[in-house]
């Protein structure tokens, strides 16, 4: 079984930073793609950013030159570092991760963690 595990939310004026973690634990042979969401009320899930296994990165247009993801594969652990964040950036952050365990590959979600930006 897979966990994921989001840390680093929480209440931030515009302009300020965060610094998303998602630490992964369970039966694991491999992370492929780690990926941030985010979800707003009332909006759907859309994708953030994503890394693969060898470090290439995409961002949706709204990340781009703000936000930087990254992860410590030794660690299990992916990061989402947002920058200059905006009161358009309040939301629910997702973590998901695309796992083999050696038996069942698939995709993992964390639980979420409410990164709030204040005007």
């Known amino acids: 079984q897979v966990q994921l595990v989001e840390s680093g939310g929480g209440l931030v004026q515009a302009g300020g930073s965060l610094r998303l973690s998602c630490a992964a634990s369970?039966?694991?042979?491999?992370?492929?793609?780690m990926s941030w969401f985010r979800q707003a009320p009332g909006k759907q899930r859309d994708l953030v950013a994503q890394?693969?296994?060898?470090?290439?990165?995409t961002y949706a247009d709204s990340a781009k030159g703000r936000f930087v993801i990254s992860r410590d594969n030794a660690k299990r652990t992916g990061y989402l570092q947002m920058n200059n964040l905006k009161p358009e950036d309040t939301a629910v952050y997702y973590c998901?991760?695309?796992?083999?365990?050696?038996?069942?590959?698939?995709?993992?979600w964390g639980q979420g963690t409410q990164v709030t930006v204040s005007s």
């Open positions: 890394i693969t296994d060898g470090d290439s990165t």
């Open positions: 369970g039966t694991i042979r491999r992370i492929n793609i």
């Open positions: 998901n991760a695309n796992v083999e365990t050696g038996s069942i590959d698939g995709d993992y």
